[in-house]
Structures are given as C-alpha cells and as structure tokens.
C-alpha cells in the first residue's frame, strides 16, 4: 500500500466528509476509496472514522492522524515545490469558483492572457452567485467578497469592489429621481437575495464616513446578479450594481447614476483557499494573475487613481511603477457571494 497515496485519500475523505464526494474529487472509484481506509485501519491497527449510512465522524485516533497526515503532506508538497518551481512551469487542473459577474465581465474576457502565460494549467471554473463550501466541492480556491467570516480559510487581499445606484431612464421618467438618502423611502428597488429564503441584502451608503443600512421595498427579488441587471434595465426599480457591471451602460445612457453624493460602501475581495491545503504554485500564478487584472481595472475602486499613476510614472524613465498587492495573510472568508 502507498502510504502516502492513502494519508492524502483519507484526509480528502474527511473534508469532503463523504467517500463519494473524495472519490469524485480524487477521480478514482469509491470502491477503491474504501478499501484505501480498510487497509490503512488494518496497518494501524485502529478505527480512525465511524461510519454510518447519514455520515461520518472520527475517532479520536482518527483525529489524530489527521493532523498529522496534513503536516506529512504539507512538508512532501512545499519539499517537492522548492526543487521543481526553478525547472518548469505551474501545471495541471485548477479548480476556481467565482461569482457570475465578475467571472463574465472580468475574468473571462481577459482569460486568454492567463492561458497564454500559463498553458499547462486546465482552468475548471464554477460561476454562480451561492454560497459554496470549497472543501466540500473540492475547489482549490475562490474569488470572494465582503468580510470574511471563516479562520478555517485563508484570505488574499487583491482588490476593492464599488458600486453605484442608478436607474434606467424609464423609471426615472415614471417616479422621479431621489435626491437623498430619505428619498429612498418612496422608491422601488431590484432587491437581492443569496439563496433561496434568505432576506434580501441591504443597501449599505457612505453618510459622513458611517455606513448607514437601508431595506429598500421593491416587486421583484432576484438570487442572480445577470437577472439583477436586467430588471434594473427594464425599470423595475433602482439598483446598486457593481461599477464594473454598468460602466457600458452608464456611458451609453441606458442606466444613470443617483444620488452620486451618497456613495455605497466599497465592498474587499480576495483570493480563499482552505488553511490545511498547500498554496500551490498553480494557486499562487492564478492569485497574482487576478491581482494583476484588478489592479488594472479601472471601474474598482481607486483603479483610476492607480492607473493614472502607473501611466504617469511610465513617462519618467527614471522612475518604474512597481505592482503593489497585498501581502497574503490568515483570514477569514465569507462563503457568501459578490451580491449583483
């Protein structure tokens, strides 16, 4: 039996806490999970899970062997990537989950760059705007924003999302156009909701540098940040999309800015991936990547400025603009999404 082979089979085993779902992730049968487990109990001579029909939980030597299955791991994956990071390049299958909009809007228009640079990465990426737990569904890691809530995660800082209330032409037309926060109260809006019987977000301004929470009332709530634009579009109430999503719209006069005195709250978004997995180099090249994209993005906050720098700093030879990104730090992620 490869001992190693079966700590990383019996490790995937318990954050997938199923033998089906590590053996869909491991791509190997689950006839061929289970016996991995029986033999390995048999050369250690312990039960390390208890196994019922409904779930999984293991025993405290099962525990045990965990934590240092994933120390064993870690030190084979960080020994391996030190003497090979100098003699190829990042490959194999990367599995990434995005919200829907800033997969369509940013990253996949500008995928062909990161292809390019890295064409033996096989990107698999999962868009959708519902929570999803990354060790369950085996992705290696996730773009997220807003506070991050989970320590079993870790967090890289590469952006500032921000967005903006606006309203197309129709409905302006048809109820006016708010002048202040109090407004609002006799307005209509796009709500949306993460999931099915969650309450819909509220809309979070900037008043006097405090955040300050509205509940908007509106006839239509949507779990999709597409179908939120649409309806926004259609004149079914105010919206407060992300800038990136309108800046088209808002130049072509489909959608116009209100209450541009009252800004919404700036939303961070980061690169997640669990704390007992090792940061590949795969994982590493798409997180700088994506901080890259960002940085150059000038409908995230504070990319007008930076570009603006960057362009200036160009025209003086003497002086050459360094990428500043956040330092990866232990933090902790929401599993929620970007919202619309």
């Known amino acids: 039996m490869d001992r190693v082979q079966a700590m990383e089979v019996f490790t995937r085993v318990v954050d997938a806490n199923s033998f089906t779902r590590a053996a869909e992730q491991l791509g190997m049968p689950r006839a061929t999970v289970t016996t991995t487990i029986q033999n390995l109990e048999a050369v250690l001579g312990v039960r390390l899970m208890n196994r019922t029909t409904r779930r999984l939980s293991l025993t405290p030597e099962g525990a045990a062997y965990y934590e240092h299955c994933i120390r064993i791991i870690t030190d084979i994956a960080e020994t391996d990537a ?177 209450l541009p005195d009252f800004k919404p709250k700036p939303k961070p978004i980061s ?23 960002f940085e150059s993005t000038p409908s995230l906050a504070g990319g007008e400025e930076r570009r603006a720098d960057v362009t200036k700093r160009t025209m003086q030879p003497q002086m050459q603009p360094q990428m500043q990104l956040d330092t990866p730090h232990e933090a902790q992620p929401n599993r929620g999404p970007i919202a619309a």
């Open 271 to 293: 690169i997640v991936y669990p704390n007992n997995r090792h940061l590949s180099a795969k994982v590493r090249v798409f997180a700088d990547w994506v901080a890259e994209l």
């Open 82 to 258: 030190s003497f090979q990071a100098g003699n190829r390049q990042p490959s194999g299958a990367l599995r990434v989950h995005m919200p829907t909009s800033l997969g369509r809007h940013l990253v996949i228009p500008a995928l062909q760059s990161f292809h390019q640079r890295y064409p033996d990465i096989a990107l698999d990426l999962g868009m959708s705007d519902r929570p999803v737990d990354p060790v369950e569904e085996g992705i290696d890691c996730m773009i997220r924003g807003g506070p991050l809530e989970d320590s079993s995660m870790v967090a890289r800082r590469i952006g500032i999302l921000k967005r903006v209330t606006c309203a197309s032409p129709d409905y302006l037309r048809r109820f006016g156009e708010p002048s202040s926060i109090d407004d609002l109260a006799v307005h209509h809006a796009v709500n949306f909701r993460v999931m099915h019987g969650a309450r819909p977000m509220p809309w979070i301004f900037l008043v006097d540098g405090k955040a300050t929470e509205v509940r908007m009332d509106g006839v239509v709530t949507v779990n999709d940040s597409e179908a939120y634009l649409t309806c926004g579009l259609e004149g079914f109430g105010l919206i407060q999309p992300m800038l990136f999503m309108v800046a088209q719209q808002l130049r072509d006069g489909s959608l116009r800015e209100v």
